[in-house]
């Protein structure tokens, strides 16, 4: 089972496949994947942004903590005047732990424009890259239109195509009905010719020509009975003089030669 199964999941991967394959438009595939590279684009640019942003928000608190540093030094210096050490001594702790946190912001600040100058260049390499997607893709594009272009004239030329594969089936069935019928055409013109169709309309409803003969000789041998019988009834053939035939074996109706003389 394991074996059939693997090779049902095989066929099915393989009539998606084509299934997909015909489907796809490299044209759509190559503007989908530009619409990617875009927005991968755009979100470079806005970690540059946010990078930005925060460098922005450590240097104004470094400022602030100079200006803090510069004011605690002021205060040090006017309580040292006053001899006040103690205060002094508060206001240059201050000031000290105001300079290390000034320098960690400088650290951070740093490394903020490292990370930015990073995703700048990086930003540029991609936006190049992108530049030359757009352009080879649209190149592709215009190949992949003529292409398929010179696809269909060519099949449609040639009649290679399925829809015109279709019309020449539907042409030759077309050619070969009209062959058929001319043939049949031609048949009964010859038959028409040789006359058959007249002998057929002479024959009798269910008769054929051996019917016919059949019926004429019948015919003819009734038209000899009845010769034969006006000749016995009339005498001739029995070597009866030619006067009886005109009295026909009964009552002359002339007058014969010397007769009531």
Same mark, same amino acid.
């Given at each position: 089972?394991?074996?059939?199964? &693997?090779r049902f999941?095989?066929m099915?991967k393989a ?7 015909r489907?796809e438009? !490299?044209? @759509?595939t ?9 927005e ?5 640019? =806005?970690? /540059?942004?946010?990078?930005v942003?925060?460098k922005k ?5 470094s400022s ?11 205060q ?6 006053a001899?006040k @050490?103690d ?5 240059l702790e201050?000031k000290?732990l ?7 912001l400088?650290?951070?600040?740093s490394?903020?424009e490292?990370q ?5 260049? =990086? +930003?540029? %390499?991609?936006?190049t =890259?992108v530049e030359?997607?757009?352009? %080879? =893709? *649209?190149? /592709? %594009?215009?190949?992949?239109s003529?292409?398929?272009a010179?696809?269909?004239?060519? +099949?449609a030329?040639?009649g290679?195509? *399925? ?15 009209t062959e058929g ?6 048949? /009964?013109? @010859?038959? +028409?010719?040789a &006359?058959?169709? *007249?002998?057929l309309?002479?024959?009798? @409803? ?6 016919? $003969?059949?019926? $004429?000789?019948?015919s003819? +041998?009734?038209?000899?009975d009845e010769?034969?019988k ?7 053939g029995?070597?009866? !003089?030619?006067g ?9 109706t002339?007058?014969? !030669?010397g007769? &009531?003389?």
């Amino acid at each position: 089972m394991a074996g059939t199964s &693997g090779r049902f999941t095989t066929m099915i991967k393989a009539k998606v496949n084509r299934l997909l394959d015909r489907a796809e438009d !490299p044209g @759509e595939t190559l503007d989908y994947s530009y619409t990617k590279q875009m927005e991968m684009l755009q979100n470079v640019k =806005k970690g /540059i942004a946010d990078v930005v942003t925060a460098k922005k928000r450590l240097q104004m608190q470094s400022s602030k903590l100079e200006q803090q540093v510069v004011k605690l030094d002021a205060q040090a210096r006017q309580a040292i005047g006053a001899g006040k @050490e103690d205060l002094a001594r508060t206001a240059l702790e201050r000031k000290t732990l105001a300079q290390s946190e000034l320098q960690s912001l400088d650290t951070q600040v740093s490394e903020l424009e490292a990370q930015q100058q990073s995703l700048i260049d =990086k +930003e540029q %390499k991609l936006r190049t =890259k992108v530049e030359g997607f757009r352009t %080879k =893709k *649209e190149v /592709i %594009k215009a190949q992949y239109s003529a292409a398929e272009a010179s696809v269909k004239i060519g +099949e449609a030329a040639s009649g290679v195509g *399925e829809e015109m594969a279709d019309v020449g089936l539907a042409m030759q069935r077309a050619v070969d009905k009209t062959e058929g019928m001319r043939a049949r055409a031609g048949a /009964i013109e @010859e038959l +028409e010719a040789a &006359g058959a169709f *007249e002998d057929l309309t002479q024959l009798g @409803e269910g008769q054929d020509d051996i019917d016919r $003969q059949l019926a $004429q000789l019948s015919s003819g +041998e009734q038209v000899d009975d009845e010769m034969a019988k006006m000749k016995a009834e009339l005498g001739v053939g029995s070597g009866a !003089p030619a006067g009886e035939l005109e009295s026909g074996g009964g009552p002359a109706t002339g007058r014969q !030669p010397g007769a &009531g003389q």
